[in-house]
């Protein structure tokens, strides 16, 4: 059995902790049969466990304790602690291994409830299992686990990815969120998030990116950890890209262009920071896959 989970980019601006996106960058598993104990087989770092306690196993063996061992490969494109949803996809797929393994039998909402739950915010883990464009919301105390979602196509467009040769840790970048806003900024936020989604489900991505570009949530906050941020809107300004915003908690940024400018866009990207992956990305359409 083979696993395949997209990486996601959260929030999209004004959509912070609700609305994601999957992308064309993947987690691979493949289980190569039962072990004697958990074996994970990776080239992704010394950080990622290769035992029971990877991420992926605990999430597995949360759902179903008495699994049998198996030796798994693992590899993965999605960069770790990048705001690309590493983690999230991560969780996903143990959900799924456990799924499989232990014949649970869970529909695509219980998959969505567990990873939220594990994950705390469903805007990274519902894009993984659902692909495409999802808003979703969760509310844990009122309503137990229940988390409400909407699939959507997003409009065909450009997707350039700005990653920086530097990690942030979600945690870190959460800490300097304010714990409370006013009344009026909540309702203008709101507003310009509402405008987002419609804009992106009548297919209109320049006034989705502008959008985008006023988020009021989080991005301010968590500019002193992402000062490249600035300067590449000043680039989609000065190019012609439609805007850019955070990838979920940073530091990567996502900017999306109309072809035509897509070229020009990424050469003057290049010329801000040589270390950084600089790609040309696609939406995932379908979410975790099964082979
Ligand atoms: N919505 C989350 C954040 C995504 O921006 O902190 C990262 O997990």
Not at 60 to 76: D, E, H, R, V, Y
Not at 89 to 111: M, P
Not at 116 to 123: L, V, W
Not at 244 to 259: D, K, Q, R, W, Y
Request: some cysteine.
């Amino acid at each position: 059995m083979k696993i395949r989970v997209p990486a996601t980019s959260a929030n999209l601006g004004p959509g912070f902790d609700s609305c994601g996106i999957a992308l064309s960058l993947y987690l691979f598993i493949e289980v190569l049969g039962p072990n004697e104990k958990w074996e994970i087989i990776h080239d992704l770092g010394n950080d990622v466990p290769s035992d029971a306690s990877n991420l992926m196993i605990e999430t597995a063996l949360s759902l179903a304790p008495n699994l049998t061992p198996q030796k798994i490969k693992m590899n993965s494109s999605v960069p770790l602690a990048r705001g690309l949803g590493s983690s999230s996809s991560v969780i996903v797929a143990g959900i799924e291994l456990a799924n499989r393994l232990a014949h649970l039998n869970l529909s695509q909402q219980d998959k969505v409830e567990i990873a939220t739950r594990i994950e705390g915010h469903p805007d990274n883990v519902a894009p993984a299992i659902c692909g495409d464009f999802v808003v979703a919301c969760y509310f844990p105390e009122k309503h137990k686990d229940d988390v409400s979602y909407v699939k959507h196509y997003f409009p065909e467009g450009d997707i350039i990815a700005f990653i920086p040769n530097k990690e942030l840790l979600t945690v870190e970048s959460r800490e300097v969120l304010p714990k409370s806003f006013s009344y009026r900024d909540a309702v203008e936020a709101s507003g310009i998030a509402n405008v987002m989604i419609a804009a992106l489900i009548k297919g209109n991505l320049p006034l989705a990116a502008k959008m985008m570009q006023e988020d009021r949530w989080h991005e301010r906050y968590r500019q002193k950890f992402v000062p490249h941020l600035a300067l590449i809107r000043q680039i989609c300004q000065d190019e012609g890209a439609y805007g850019c915003f955070l990838s979920g908690a940073g530091p990567t940024v996502l900017i999306l262009s109309p072809e035509e400018q897509t070229e020009k866009v990424m050469q003057s990207l290049r010329r801000i920071d040589d270390t950084a992956r600089i790609e040309q990305l696609s939406i995932d359409r379908e979410g975790i896959q099964v082979f």
